[in-house]
């Protein structure tokens, strides 16, 4: 149980397109996901929190008209990089809270974004 | 403000070759102290969750322990395929946010 997928697992695009990262709980409904990016060698960053059904909650410093975020429903959030530039290139994590276990996250593959 | 510190980076242990990890926290209310594995280019992929001190938590060659200001994740008679980076994280104080620490990148030379 609390498997969590991302999809795609690789992108490469052009600068100034825009590129859509989705989450999904597969065997559990999440009411809280969260976005993640990590940079070689280091530890995860945390870009926002997201609830089903509300507005996400951003951390300081990340843009939310850059990095825009929905949790539509129970088992799927989505990232949307608009307008990617190469310095997001970075490896996208997202995770899940299991509304039965409410302290634990279980975390997707991971994105890994190159931007042209 | 609420922290996490891992020691040590980086540890290269031969095959069978016991040792721990060390996870150092200071947080505000702690609700949880998680154990991760991340390969490279993978998610983490969740090991254990410690809620107070004293408490114990084992799986196959690993034993988390955690006490009020740290946690141990210690590896018994380790094997090559346990080489990965193991991060630390807590939550904790009114968001309930993970707060990671930067991982122990452990290698086992067979």
């Known amino acids: 149980g609390a498997v969590v997928s991302q999809h795609p697992s690789r992108v490469i695009c052009k600068s100034g397109t825009s590129v859509k990262i989705e989450c999904r709980s597969l065997d559990f409904q999440a009411t809280t996901m969260f976005w993640y990016r990590q940079f070689p060698k280091q530890s995860l960053m945390l870009m926002a929190t997201?609830?089903?059904?509300?507005?996400?909650?951003?951390e300081q410093g990340v843009e939310k008209d850059k990095f825009l975020i929905n949790h539509a429903s129970l088992t799927l959030s989505t990232l949307t990089v608009t307008s990617a530039h190469p310095e997001d290139s970075s490896f996208y994590i997202c995770?899940?809270?299991?509304?039965?276990?409410?302290?634990?996250?279980?975390f997707g593959p991971g994105t890994r974004l190159t931007v042209l | 403000e609420d922290q996490v510190t891992q020691s040590p980076e980086a540890l290269r242990l031969q095959e069978g070759e016991s040792s721990s990890l060390n996870c150092s926290y200071t947080v505000s209310g702690l609700r949880g102290l998680f154990w991760y594995r991340q390969d490279p280019g993978k998610g983490p992929e969740f090991l254990f969750t410690l809620y107070s001190a004293g408490e114990e938590k084992e799986k196959e060659r690993l034993k988390a322990t955690l006490t009020k200001k740290e946690s141990f994740l210690h590896i018994t008679a380790p094997k090559p395929e346990d080489s990965a980076t193991y991060l630390c994280a807590v939550s904790g104080g009114a968001t309930n946010k993970l707060i990671f620490g930067t991982g122990t990148l452990l290698a086992v030379q067979p």
């Open positions: 995770s899940a809270r299991d509304a039965d276990r409410e302290n634990e996250q279980f």
């Open positions: 997201s609830n089903e059904g509300s507005k996400a909650t951003y």
